[in-house]
């Protein structure tokens, strides 16, 4: 994993210091960048969506979506990297998403973490990467807790949290299971890279922007 020098995101009012984008190895060899979602990433987050199966819309929202629109895309792309956070996975050479992972504050001391992974690129590893950033990134905004609420039958998403190193407590309440993940002691993404070898080409811990 190589880092790449973080950016600045000019809002107008203000500017947002964007984390750094990392480039890693697939389980497959296939080198991606993990980098912070942008504004401008809109239309390329509904050609996403639109790639994606019924199932995997229906898994990640709860209900089949066949589009995503324009309003709801711009939302999920335009964070502030504190209270809201979002990391995607793209190729070398294009800005193109072939996967999100975001958490939104929900107090703060904890956040709710969502994936959604395209379908020819699941089970290569990506869910584990983006969960590792996203627990970097909320650690050192103050988080202490993740949250996720899954579909009981979301054996996958179910497997990568129990298998991660953040001391997963997993409820079973009707057709949902309801993830809490405890990241207040530092350096688990590091033991969840030597858990998870076939996640990852072996790697030094790198520092981002925040650190
Ligand atoms: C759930 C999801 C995010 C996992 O992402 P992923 O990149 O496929 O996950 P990973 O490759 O990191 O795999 C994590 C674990 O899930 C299991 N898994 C994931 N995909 C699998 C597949 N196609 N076949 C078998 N096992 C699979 C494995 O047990 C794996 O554990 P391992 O590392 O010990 O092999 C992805 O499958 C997805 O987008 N699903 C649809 C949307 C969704 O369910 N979102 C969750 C709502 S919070």
Partial sequence: MHAIPARVRDTGSMAIALPAEQMVTLRDGTPVRVRP????????LIEFHSRLSMNTTRLRFF????????????????????????????????DS?????????ESRHSAEVAFVVEDSFQGKGIGTI????????????????????????????LTLFRESPYSPEITMQSECAFVKMNIAVPGPAVAAQKRRPRSLAPVPRLRTAEE
């Fill in 130 to 157: 983006l969960l590792d950033r996203l627990v970097e990134h909320a650690r050192a905004k103050g988080f202490d807790r993740l949250t996720a609420v899954v579909l009981c039958e979301n054996l996958n998403m």
């Fill in 97 to 105: 998403i072939h996967a999100v992972g975001r958490y939104e504050g």
């Fill in 37 to 44: 979602i942008r504004p401008d990433d809109a239309p390329r």
């Fill in 63 to 94: 209900t089949p979506m066949k589009r995503l629109s324009a309003t709801f895309a711009e939302h999920l792309c335009t964070v502030d990297f504190k209270k809201r956070c979002a990391f995607v996975i793209s190729p070398l050479d294009s």
